[in-house]
């Protein structure tokens, strides 16, 4: 074995995180360490089992620019890419991997397993092969090891507001390959708001041409579509949200007609906050969202469309004549039940497309029952949700909303008003808790976090709050969290490899909730 040589970079250690092994985030399930190392060197190939090849392909790329390695496809490579679906003990995502002084074995029963052991193999390597820029001199080696690994949820995700302010299309690019570095599959993407609407719809071109200009611009049909492609390649799933029937200021600037006052002309807005202005309830408007959630599910293969749904005034629908007449025509009892009744129709022609509805829910009971619901608010509307045989996603804005100040520190960029949520609260995040009934607890999918933009104006701000935080929730959805202390010893080594990103992320700090246990 070659003895390592010095270079323009410092690609060695710190690896490890503890006594019982490397320093990787999400924890992996099971982990053991053995003695020596397999080095990489230009005589390396990768050989790809039938269906592994876009895998290796992807594990190619994500090396060759720092390492400089070739890693041809070869018959006897002696890193070895297998898939093979008689691996059902590894379910959906899961996968095994051997790395010893002769060869490395990643074997996994579904594609999407051997994605997320790429990137298990990246954080095996020193720091510098995530930089993306040749390291001269490097000695490019992983430890020998044998992981089996599966993830506790199938939904580990994370919200990304590009309504409030539009980011560029290259940032979501990238902010794809930070999910899919630490296992996260879910990029939520809230593409409409009061203040912009970003998705350009065919049959409606002014809604990009007059809701897309403030804080930004929109993407073009081409860049979502390619954005979902990249996803796709690495193991995320891109979820859109197109809200309704509330959050509409933009849409209606751009057609007034769909409110609940024709005659009025409004501006897309320029507040923070909850617009009272909201979708009319007329045939012409279940039209336009019927045809939008149709451009949209075709641009997006994702089983999931979000609808929104949060936040929704009714003073309008009380005030208008015509919103009153639908609530007795449909025997609704009032404009109060309007909400549910739209939902319900909406939700409905998703599903005779073939895709599962999600919308926020504010209660656990406001979303029709063929909803999955999506908690913000309180864990009590997850549970009353998950009793009534919903799907549940877990995003409490108390530990998972990333526009909230990290700490109470005067240097924090502006935010959320309100209560901090730092590493450890994050971290402190449980999608099924242990007091609920097992029942309910099987129907929690996973969590996500959220990143709202109405303070976030740059890519940098919004890597700057989502990272370490992210590293936190990914901990938590894959391996069930439960170890503060071993969590902060892997992300101390962890933060090398956000260095090596160029992530702009806080220094660590004595948060609130770590000197409360001091």
């Not at 994605?115 to 040749?134: D, E, F, K, N, W």
């Not at 990333?402 to 450890?424: I, K, M, N």
Request: aromatic residues 6%; hydrophobic residues 40%.
């Amino acid at each position: 074995m070659p003895a390592p040589r010095t270079g323009t970079i410092r690609t060695g250690p710190p690896r490890t995180g503890s006594r019982t092994g490397p320093a990787l985030i999400p924890r992996p399930a099971q982990l053991a360490v053995a003695s020596g190392e397999f080095v990489l060197d230009g005589s390396t190939g990768i050989r790809a089992t039938r269906g592994a090849g876009p895998a290796a392909a992807l594990l190619r790329a994500h090396l060759a620019p720092a390492t400089g390695l070739p890693l041809p496809l070869v018959p006897d490579g002696r890193v070895v890419l297998a898939l093979d679906p008689q691996l059902t003990g590894l379910g959906a995502e899961g996968y095994g991997l051997t790395v010893g002084t002769d060869a490395v074995l990643l074997r996994a029963g579904s594609p999407a397993g051997l994605l997320h052991g790429i990137q298990t193999l990246r954080q095996l390597l020193p720091p510098a092969v995530l930089s993306g820029t040749p390291a001269r001199g490097a000695h490019w080696s992983l430890p020998c090891v044998q992981i089996t690994d599966v993830p506790r949820f199938p939904w580990r995700g994370a919200m990304l507001d590009v309504a409030r302010h539009f980011l560029p299309v290259a940032f979501l690019r990238r902010f794809v390959d930070l999910l899919a570095l630490h296992k996260l599959n879910v990029l939520h993407l809230h593409l409409t708001d009061d203040q912009g609407w970003r998705m350009p719809v065919a049959a409606y071109p002014r809604l990009t041409e007059v809701g897309g200009l403030p804080h930004g611009g929109a993407y073009t049909r081409a860049e979502l579509a390619a954005l979902v492609a990249h996803a796709a390649d690495r193991g995320v799933t891109v979820v859109p949200e197109i809200e309704m029937p509330g959050h509409v200021r933009a849409a209606l600037a751009a057609y007034p007609h769909l409110g609940n006052r024709p005659d009025r002309r409004l501006d897309v807005w320029r507040q923070w906050g909850v617009c009272e202005t909201v979708l009319g309830v007329h045939d012409e408007v279940l039209d336009f969202c019927r045809t939008v959630l149709d451009e949209v599910i075709d641009v997006f293969p994702s089983r999931y469309v979000h609808i929104g749904g949060e936040e929704c005034p009714i003073t309008e629908w009380h005030a208008s004549p015509a919103a009153r007449l639908r609530a007795e025509q449909e025997g609704i009892g009032g404009p109060e039940a309007l909400h549910g009744w739209f939902m319900g129709r909406i939700g409905a022609h998703l599903r005779e497309r073939g895709r599962q509805p999600l919308g926020w829910t504010e209660t656990g009971l406001d979303l029709p029952s063929s909803f999955t619901a999506m908690m913000w608010r309180d864990e009590a509307h997850a549970l009353a949700a998950a009793r009534r045989s919903q799907q549940v996603i877990m995003a409490p804005y108390r530990s998972t909303y990333l526009d909230y100040p990290q700490s109470a520190d005067a240097g924090e960029p502006p935010g959320q008003p309100g209560a901090v949520v730092d590493l450890r609260a994050v971290y402190a995040t449980e999608p099924a808790p242990a007091h609920w009934e097992a029942e309910a607890a099987g129907h929690v999918l996973g969590t996500q976090a959220q990143l709202w933009t109405e303070y976030v104006t740059t890519a940098e701000h919004a890597e700057y709050l989502a990272f370490p935080r992210l590293c936190a929730l990914a901990d938590t959805a894959w391996s069930g969290g439960g170890d503060w202390t071993g969590f902060s010893a892997r992300l101390h080594h962890h933060r090398a490899r956000l260095g090596a990103l160029g992530i702009p992320g806080r220094p660590p700090t004595t948060t609130p909730s770590e000197r409360k246990t001091r």
